[in-house]
């Protein structure tokens, strides 16, 4: 047969088909010659041939890089030298300055890992004495200025050699990006720490696969146990390997036979199988310190399709540190949403933080989630809270974007949110504008989930917002009466309001609204009236009334969105 093929399986063999495709694309292979979906759509062809000549191991090597490249310490190494040489041309320069600035440059260059990767290439790079003099003498701030000067335009100049980069960067990415994924095996054996990245690579994984393009069926005698392929040790000159070095997957299986029918292992992966699990990282999109995938695995086409950030999302490949999972997924919700409404279905989410500790977590994106997600209203306040989205406390942060948008994906209410943000106000924490549009977002929903009642949902909306107005009046009365600016007078009753409100005490709330009005001219609204009916439109009317009782109202909230 002239075709490998590469079936889809779990989520980490999807990923690793995405991953295939980067792969593919950077080696400019041709569609439909080189490779290609079957007709089933359910699995990729790789012409034998091609299989057999290809370099994988460059095309890895190079295709991490360009992907991760930017997110390495090289990067922000190279961008600190050029920071510090910009300052340097200036007058008023200190060198007390770019103190902090040496330290990482020295620290990051001369880790161990880095230090291990010189020795593997110092043979093959042009001028090595100038990492070698770094070694024996780190940057410091109290030099000369055109010494530091001198040495930083060197040190420049030898990092920007390709092989330099090429083995920097992926230190960097293999124990920071890689090794979340899987560990054990080629250069994340610890015994193979010191080697050269690429033989171990090469020795581990691609040599196998090229050789086993010619492997003859009947030789073979071990079957794989993803894609149940025959595959034969002895053709491929290396021992096989266990889908244990997959983070999560299995035990230690040298050790742990028990789980096997006469203690005999028979997990073992093909080598096609086994490269294809080694893209994985590739196939997960990073996201601030977060991994996403999104199987939606009907089809290849469709897999490759929503899981392509070297396409449409390219630029969220260098996203701030502070940008979340759920901001990734806001702006990829685009992507779901190009196709047309009625194909739209349940979709798989797995996500992995980048610390080492992390594990896989799952969640499933419903098609009427992703039908509230293209309202323009919804869509219109997440990106409100996506601009400023997070809430001091104490030394904490809140993401309150994160949580809004995690809790419209569980089916969670935003009252939670809603509260916390209300009573926090009543410190004056300047989060009432963030306030109003939680308070658009979960009205939205709830008006989009009772469509089906056949009622003006334009008309509710602004039946909520006049309760609002008639807040922010019954404020001003307040105030006025009291002789102040300032709302510490009515804060009292906010608080207990708000914790009517929030445990659903009907009678309590409508007790001190009556009181309240009571000590005004103003008349109860007649909207109130509502309040009775059930639980969530009290929520609705509620919580509406009190943003305008601590200052939320129409052109308030207008004037400070145009800000």
Request: aromatic letters at 12%; one cysteine or more.
């Amino acid at each position: 047969m002239d075709r490998m093929i590469v079936s889809m399986g779990d989520f980490l063999k999807n990923a690793g088909i995405v991953g295939l495709k980067y792969l593919l694309e950077e080696a400019d292979a041709e569609e439909d010659s080189d490779y290609g979906i079957t007709e089933d759509k359910q699995a990729v062809w790789l012409d034998r041939e091609f299989v057999g000549k290809t370099d994988w191991t460059d095309l890895y090597f190079k295709a991490f890089v360009k992907r991760y490249g930017s997110l390495a310490n090289y990067q922000k190494i190279l961008e600190k030298i050029e920071s510090i040489l910009d300052k340097a041309k200036k007058e008023e320069w200190k060198s007390a300055d770019c103190k902090e600035d040496l330290k990482f440059i020295n620290e990051k260059l001369l880790s161990n890992s880095c230090q291990s990767g010189f020795d593997n290439i110092k043979q093959k790079i042009e001028n090595p004495n100038v990492y070698e003099l770094l070694k024996a003498s780190k940057l410091k701030e109290n030099m000369e200025k055109e010494e530091l000067c001198r040495r930083l335009q060197e040190l420049y100049e030898f990092l920007k050699q390709p092989l330099c980069k090429e083995t920097f960067c992926m230190k960097h990415i293999i124990y920071n990006y890689i090794n979340r994924f899987w560990d054990g095996k080629s250069f994340l054996n610890r015994t193979y720490a010191k080697e050269d990245m690429r033989e171990i690579f090469d020795v581990d994984f691609s040599e196998p696969l090229r050789q086993y393009t010619v492997i003859k069926e009947k030789k073979a005698k071990d079957i794989c146990i993803d894609c149940g392929e025959r595959m034969g040790s002895s053709e491929t000159k290396k021992e096989k390997l266990s889908i244990a070095f997959m983070k999560d997957q299995a035990d230690d299986l040298s050790r742990k036979r028990s789980a096997f029918w006469n203690c005999k292992v028979d997990a073992y992966l093909c080598p096609m199988c086994a490269f294809v699990y080694s893209l994985v990282s590739l196939g997960f999109t990073l996201v601030g310190h977060t991994f996403v995938f999104i199987n939606k695995n009907y089809s290849v086409e469709a897999l490759w399709n929503v899981n392509s950030p070297y396409k449409k999302l390219a630029k969220d490949a260098k996203q701030g540190e502070n940008e979340s999972y759920s901001s990734w997924i806001a702006r990829t919700i685009v992507l779901l949403l190009e196709e047309k409404s009625e194909e739209l279905g349940n979709i798989q989410v797995i996500t992995r933080g980048t610390d080492e500790n992390s594990r896989y977590t799952f969640d499933i994106i419903a098609k009427d989630v992703l039908l509230l997600l293209s309202d323009e209203e919804i869509q219109r306040s997440l990106k409100g809270l996506g601009q400023y989205p997070y809430v001091k406390i104490g030394r904490e942060y809140w993401n309150v974007y994160e949580e809004v948008l995690f809790n419209i994906l569980r089916y969670r209410k935003q009252y939670g949110i809603l509260y916390r943000l209300l009573k926090m106000e009543l410190e004056k924490s300047g989060n009432l504008v963030k306030a109003d549009l939680v308070y658009r977002i979960q009205l939205r929903t709830n008006l989009l989930q009772r469509k089906d009642d056949g009622k003006n949902e334009r008309g509710e909306m602004m039946n909520r917002y006049t309760v609002r107005e008639k807040g922010y009046e019954l404020r001003n009365t307040l105030l006025k009466a009291k002789g102040s600016t300032e709302d510490t007078c009515i804060r009292g009753t906010i608080y207990q309001l708000l914790n009517a409100l929030s445990v659903g005490n009907v009678e309590h709330f409508m007790e001190i609204v009556m009181r309240v009005y009571c000590s005004t001219k103003l008349q109860i609204p007649n909207e109130f009236i509502e309040f009775l009916k059930d639980r969530d439109t009290f929520a609705e009317f509620g919580y509406a009334f009190l943003l305008g009782l601590q200052g939320s109202h129409y052109e308030n909230m207008k004037n400070k969105e145009e800000k």
